[in-house]
């Protein structure tokens, strides 16, 4: 079973960014929210390019998800590249008020500025930005104290673009996930899919968790730790496919259903029942 090219670029998502490019001019401040299972294929490569002299705040979340050891791995690698990173868990709201004084932070030099002008201080203007579904509006809500953006496990959810104040010092724009116009990168592409990243017109299903299970055994080789999801199903991977582990898995539990099989697959992994498993680490950099 091959994996066919994932490929997603909805109406709205175009309009989206349109539309945030020029409320870029009026922020002060970017928060990048990446998802810390997958940080890199998280990356907008057009990033850097509309922050121009903006001040970034890195956030990777769902460090839940991963283990610590991987988390501490990320963190030295961004320290060497000479970025500041904070892990989150906007859920929960473990890390976020680290976020806010960040931001707050990035924004006193704008004031300063000001000041010299003879201008009076005003709240500073921030922006998240981030793919579909990393928990950008999660991260929000934690920031408000309260749930005024809708939140959800899925991509697509926000679709506008909406400042909110957080307090006299800060105001946030929430905008909707922004991915790029063309995936050329398929392995950074199918991670994106498996974490749910992504819309899921953009793949198929049963071929997405047959390339997972693929990718798990390949892991499982330098991390382990990597192999203890295996005992959630019950069945053994040795000289199989992942093509062939989801018949098996079909066939004892879903009476044939493929696609019953790999939906529950996947959702298994994104709701952290599989463990915690990042798909990726630093470049160069090993974990375990």
């Given at each position: ?179 790029p116009l063309q995936i050329e990168d398929q392995a950074a592409a199918l991670k994106l899919a498996i974490c ?92 375990d």
């Amino acid at each position: 079973m091959s994996t066919p090219p994932i490929q997603w670029y909805p109406g709205h998502i175009a309009k989206a960014e349109k539309a945030l490019l020029e409320q870029l001019k009026k922020v002060d401040v970017v928060i990048e929210v990446r998802d810390a299972r997958i940080p890199l294929a998280t990356h907008h490569p057009r990033i850097e390019s509309w922050l121009g002299s903006k001040s970034r705040v890195l956030v990777l979340n769902r460090v839940d998800m991963i283990m610590p050891e991987v988390r501490q791995a990320w963190q030295t690698w961004f320290k060497a590249r000479g970025e500041t990173v904070y892990f989150t868990d906007a859920k929960q709201g473990k890390g976020v008020q680290a976020v806010l004084r960040a931001a707050q932070a990035a924004g006193q030099n704008m004031n300063a500025r000001r000041q010299q002008r003879g201008m009076k201080p005003r709240p500073v203007r921030a922006v998240v930005i981030g793919f579909p579904n990393v928990g950008k509006s999660a991260l929000i809500n934690r920031l408000l104290k309260r749930k005024i953006v809708t939140s959800a496990r899925r991509p697509g959810v926000t679709r506008q673009l909406r400042w909110v104040r957080i307090s006299d010092e800060i105001e946030l724009l929430d905008a909707p996930g922004i991915i790029p116009l063309q995936i050329e990168d398929q392995a950074a592409a199918l991670k994106l899919a498996i974490c749910e990243d992504i819309g899921e017109a953009a793949y198929d299903n049963q071929r997405v968790a047959a390339a997972f299970v693929d990718l798990l055994k390949q892991l499982e080789l330098s991390r382990p730790q990597c192999a203890n999801w295996k005992s959630r199903y019950e069945l053994e991977t040795d000289g199989l496919t992942g093509e062939s582990y989801l018949v098996m898995l079909a066939e004892q539990q879903f009476q044939g259903d493929m696609e019953r099989a790999a939906r529950q697959f996947l959702n298994d992994f994104r709701r952290g029942d599989l463990g915690k498993l990042s798909l990726e680490l630093p470049p160069l950099v090993h974990a375990d």
